[in-house]
């Protein structure tokens, strides 16, 4: 195996507190040594050991690259429109996923998987290195089945969300498209997904149906996650613990015992700030969520109709700004939150044994993140050792 030491970098994000100061195991003057696809060694240049090839970073900030745990890109059409009228003072509401569903139903394989990949591309290029996706747009068997066959081409994170509406032919009934997402749909995706989501909202599924859909889901193998509380105050955070979900994504309506039941289980709270940003919504209140001791991710929720932004590092300046994180805080939970997020202990940190998935930035600190919006900083990005940006 080929061995490559990155030297001459002025603050190196290990998330490993035993590796450096404090949560981000931050060591400054450091060194990182890979080993083929994965970390060997992370620590003061000064005791770098030898290795084949040498890379100096040039006294820029390294950290691991961003986990976006949380994405909708299987989909086509463009909702340019609703945006700018949203913008323009109209508020947003579930039903326009309608739209991108007759979209995605009329493309054919290749420009859906050909939109994945470019938006793959364009997260790549900002940072991120893990990407989970979801259906979600399809709402029949064969075109939810084929929008998650057309994500794993991508991506081992893939998610069925059958259940993000319910489909425009069962508006009527229901419980038709329920009894539909927990039986020949979720035995026609679940060879294809990993994980398993539902919508809990009003205008979407309620806590019952969300409760049948992921325990369903759960039978045949199936983790869950959900997208909870966030148009409102709702069941879905309170089901996402019971059901010892991965994550409850959103949480933006809390009450006092939601938030003490994410502090008391193993469900990480993804929030979306993309989401609060596009539609002029509420921040959800990430201070205090961390002040009751629960995990937070930070993913970007890109999608066509709410956020479509693919930028973590836009979402960790808005975590920052207006969600009460602070720069660190911000920073673990777009890497090390998003990979508790999904579950994984191979990514979201650069310790001995983690996967090469690195980002560098051309600054000399992980901060420059929130103190630098909307820059471009991200100057390289490594994926299993290799550089790739
Ligand atoms: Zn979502």
Known sequence: MTTTVIT?????????????????????????????????????????????????????????????SHSHLVFAGDRTAEFNARMSGQPYKAGGIRTTVAATRAASDAELSANVARHLREALRQGTTTFETKSGYGLTVEDEARALRIAAEHTDEVTYLGAHIVAPEHADDPAAYVDLVTGPMLDACAPHARWIDVFCEKGAFDGDQARAILTAGKAKGLLPRIHANQLSYGPGVQLAVELDAASADHCTHLTDADVDALASGNTVATLLPGAEFSTRAPWPDARRLLDAGVTVALSTDCNPGSSFTSSVPFCVALAVRDMGMTPDEAVWSATAGGAAALRRTDVGRLAPGARADLTVLDAPSHVH?????????????????????
């Open 8 to 68: 001459h970098i002025a603050g190196l994000v290990t998330n490993d507190p035993a590796l450096g100061e404090g949560p981000l195991g931050l060591i400054e003057d450091a060194a990182l040594v890979l080993d083929g696809e994965t970390v060997a060694w992370a620590g003061p240049a000064s005791r770098a050991p030898d290795a084949d090839h040498r890379v100096d970073a040039g006294g820029r900030a390294v950290l691991p690259g961003f986990v976006d």
């Open 369 to 389: 993140l929130a103190y630098r919006p909307g820059v471009p900083l991200v100057t390289e990005v490594w994926r299993r050792g290799v550089r790739v940006v």
